[in-house]
C-alpha cells in the first residue's frame, strides 16, 4: 500500500477548543489558515468562509473546522499518497463526486466524497 491515513477533519464550536480539545483531549495547535466560502462550498457543501485549526496528538493529525453550522460538516479522513494509483483510481472513476483543490507551490489536492457524504481528502506527498 503506497498510502497511509495522516489526519481526521472534524467541525467544531469555538468554546470547545480549548475546553475539550487542549484540556480534555491534550491537542497541540500546530497552525492555522482559512478556507475561502466559495471553496468550502465546492468541497464540503458550506458556503462559509471558515477558520481551519491543525493540532496534533503525537499520534495523528486533527484539522479542526471551527463553525456552528448545523446544516452539514466539514468531517472528513486525509490519505496521504506516495505513489498516483490512488489518485489515477479516483480521477478515472464517474461515479462518486472528485473535487481538486489546486494549489499553486504545492501538489494539488483531491476530496473524494461517498454515497453518504462521507469526505476523503487525498493528498500526494511530495
Known amino acids: 500500500m503506497d498510502y497511509s491515513f495522516k489526519h481526521i477533519g472534524l467541525q467544531v464550536t469555538r468554546e470547545d477548543l480549548s475546553a475539550f480539545y487542549v484540556a480534555i483531549l491534550d491537542l497541540k495547535f500546530l497552525y492555522n489558515f482559512k478556507i475561502p466560502a466559495q471553496e468550502a462550498e465546492r468541497i464540503f457543501g458550506i458556503f462559509e468562509e471558515v477558520e481551519v485549526i491543525y493540532a496534533t496528538s503525537g499520534e495523528i493529525d486533527f484539522e479542526l473546522f471551527v463553525s456552528n453550522s448545523d446544516r452539514r460538516s466539514f468531517n472528513h479522513i486525509c490519505i496521504e499518497?506516495?505513489?498516483?494509483?490512488?489518485?489515477n483510481k479516483i480521477t478515472s472513476q464517474s461515479k462518486y463526486k472528485v473535487c481538486i483543490r489546486e494549489k499553486v507551490d504545492k501538489p494539488n489536492t483531491y476530496f473524494l466524497t461517498d454515497a453518504n457524504n462521507n469526505v476523503f481528502e487525498i493528498k500526494p506527498i511530495s
Do not use: A, P
Not at 81 to 87: A, H
Open 81 to 87: 499518497t506516495k505513489g498516483n494509483d490512488l489518485i
